[in-house]
């Protein structure tokens, strides 16, 4: 199956998202993988077998969050420059969300931007970080401040990489999964409450619903200026928490879970979602063992890391909540003292 990316905005800008086995890919160039160790022990010779190029090489960086930094970009970099990549060379991004991010990020810096495509091997890339072509790296003020906007050529999502994928970033990926359903489609979130995401065909089924709400709003918004920052729902709250603890303790899709339940906490208190709603999100993150409470040390200073979001403009926090399940609003006019009373609900003492 196929899903377009037909920016309306920009000129000459389109690909397509196949949501099926691998194909067999040529390149008449040089072509240049980037992976991590955990996904190539499992899966490159998968890759390799399918790729015809003129020149083939493969570097691996380290796995992890942690290493999602400017310092790894450059060593990506590096291997560009090794090899002689031209401008019509190609970088295939092989892995999962911070490969893809630093993969794009990296052929839209060497020599001011070459080709690359998306190969996701988990869930939370085949459904969010792969498609519509944010690229970046964290730093030490917080996630993703350093990058740019850079689609891809194309983006293969292929489901058979997930049988090795394990549960807790399978759990990961279902986070952003419910994250498109409550902001977008009640009845889709209805499905996945439903759902047995052990069968393959409604796995397939899952994926493409949520590909294709993503390239909805990608398709009408490519640069985050308006409708795209709906898709921020939960990582307003989930950047700090990560920021808070390295990069270390919560996969992305945990922390966004956590902060989707904050977020929901705070639209409950402003009357835009039920209690009984915010505890179907709950309860539907529970199911797949996702993380859904954390003990804020200091309120004040969570708060104030509220203001190294992206969203935020002029010393004004923007924040997206649910309107009911299926809708959303972005707000940037909420008293402080809201916030922060939401915020010790969750303190370490609470």
């Known amino acids: 199956m196929i899903v377009d990316i037909e920016l309306i905005n920009t000129d000459n800008i389109s690909y397509k998202i196949t949501i099926d086995s691998l194909p067999k890919l040529s390149f008449d160039t040089k072509v240049v993988v980037v992976t991590n160790p955990t996904v190539a022990g499992f899966h490159l010779d998968t890759l390799l077998s399918k790729i015809v190029a003129k020149e083939l090489h493969v570097v691996t960086i380290p ?4 290493y999602k930094t400017l310092a790894t970009v450059e ?14 060379s190609l970088l295939i991004a092989f892995g999962g969300g911070v490969i893809g991010d630093m993969t794009g990020f990296a052929a839209s810096l060497y020599q001011r931007g070459i080709d690359f495509i998306q190969i996701p091997t988990t869930l939370l890339s085949q459904v969010d970080a792969s498609v519509g072509g944010k690229t970046g790296v964290n730093n ?63 796995l397939k089924q899952i994926i493409r619903r949520s590909v294709e709400l993503k390239a909805e709003v990608v398709n009408q918004d490519e640069k985050e200026a308006g409708i795209r920052a709906v898709l921020n729902y939960g990582h307003t709250f989930a950047h700090v928490i990560e920021n808070e603890t390295q990069y270390r303790t919560y996969l992305h899709g945990e922390a966004v879970a956590i902060g989707m339940v904050m977020a929901n906490e705070l639209a409950v208190r402003l009357g835009l979602m039920s209690a009984e709603e915010a505890a179907r999100v709950r309860t539907l993150l529970e199911k797949f063992d996702l993380p859904t ?48 009373s939401v915020l010790m609900q969750f303190g370490v003492d609470s």
């Open 63 to 66: 796995d992890g969050e942690e």
């Open 293 to 340: 409470g954390y003990g804020i040390s200091d309120v004040e200073d969570f708060y104030q890391h509220f203001f190294l979001d992206k969203k935020s403009a002029a010393s004004k926090i923007k924040f997206i909540l649910p309107h009911g399940i299926g809708g959303h609003q972005m707000r940037s006019d909420i008293d402080a003292s809201i916030v922060k």
């Open 140 to 202: 030490k003020y917080g996630k993703n401040l350093i990058g740019a906007f850079y689609q891809p050529k194309a983006v293969y999502i292929d489901p058979a990489f997930l049988k090795t994928l394990p549960p807790r970033e399978f759990a990961a990926g279902v986070a952003e999964i419910v994250k498109m359903a409550v902001m977008f489609d009640k009845e889709y979130f209805e499905q996945i409450e439903a759902a047995d995401l052990t069968d393959e065909t409604v």
């Open 75 to 88: 060593n990506i970099l590096g291997e560009c420059f090794e090899h002689k990549l031209d401008r019509k």
